[in-house]
């Protein structure tokens, strides 16, 4: 059986890879967001496919069901598709990976992923990841890791923050710690996203993380689109703050926590009588 199922095999010009994973890094959309911007925006089809039945526990991510009428209409598997992005940029091209997170055989799956990079002869894998945090709607905190000093230097020199972490781990952090030992340059990027901005998608992130990924990957990208889809957004949730007085208090007590630094908001500022999730308020 083979891990990774081939239509064929793109001509890339010294592509890097970006992976966007669905699932536990994925917050506000902002991973796969992120890729599926970068698919729809270059135009981009799949040319692979990770087999499900190796990589996933159904009953952990679930096939979902769309029953209509009482007649089956469809049943979405969780999946994982490679796109050969052609960037026009006349120097780098991507590997761009979509995927649920692989729930089973993780050591396999990226040696599966080498594999194909290897075949396809990138040299940088870049993770993309996104959690709920601390802080507000309009800051655009991303922080990184990177496996050596020079890709290090790219990211404090675009202003990410480095990673201070220690817990449980996504699959990121198995391809970062086996990525150099295969041959592979490593990134891994993480944005912190508003946690009471729970189950919307945080556009005005996306744009940073793309043009991040523009700078390092040495390729262009329009992010206006989704500046524009930010922009909207926020000029509800500003209305919102505006005409609520529990959701404007809240926000006031995390502007005062955060006492000059974005990433030490004090607990007592979010307790639970304090949480609020806006996509109750926005729809």
Request: charged share 25%.
């Amino acid at each position: 059986m083979q891990a990774i199922q081939f239509d064929r095999l793109p001509p890339l010009r010294d592509p890097i890879l970006i992976a966007g994973f669905g699932g536990w890094g994925n917050a506000l959309d902002v991973s796969t967001g992120m890729v599926d911007y970068l698919i729809r925006r270059f135009d981009a089809s799949p040319f692979a496919r990770l087999d499900t039945d190796m990589f996933y526990r159904y009953d952990a991510s679930r096939p979902v069901a769309t029953i209509q009428a009482g007649t089956l209409k469809s049943l979405a598997w969780p999946r994982g598709e490679f796109y050969g992005v052609l960037t026009g940029s006349g120097e780098r091209d991507l590997l761009v990976l979509r995927a649920d997170e692989p729930t089973l055989r993780w050591r396999l799956f990226a040696d599966e992923l080498f594999g194909l990079c290897r075949t396809l002869g990138v040299g940088t894998i870049v993770t993309l990841g996104a959690m709920l945090d601390h802080v507000l709607h309009s800051d655009r905190v991303i922080s990184g890791m990177a496996s050596t000093d020079a890709l290090s230097a790219d990211l404090r020199a675009a202003d990410v923050m480095p990673i201070y972490y220690e817990g449980p781990s996504a699959v990121h952090g198995l391809i970062q710690a086996d990525g150099p030992r295969k041959g592979f340059d490593c990134v891994s990027i993480w944005c912190h996203c508003p946690f009471y901005l729970e189950n919307t998608t945080h556009f005005g992130l996306i744009a940073e993380l793309g043009r991040l990924l523009a700078r390092l990957g040495g390729f262009e990208l329009d992010t206006a689109p989704l500046e524009a889809q930010w922009n909207s957004l926020r000029n509800r949730i500003q209305r919102l703050i505006e005409e609520n007085p529990k959701v404007g208090e809240m926000i006031e007590e995390l502007k005062e926590a955060k006492d000059g630094d974005v990433m030490a908001v004090k607990k007592e500022a979010v307790r639970d009588d304090k949480v609020i999730r806006l996509k109750d308020f926005l729809e």
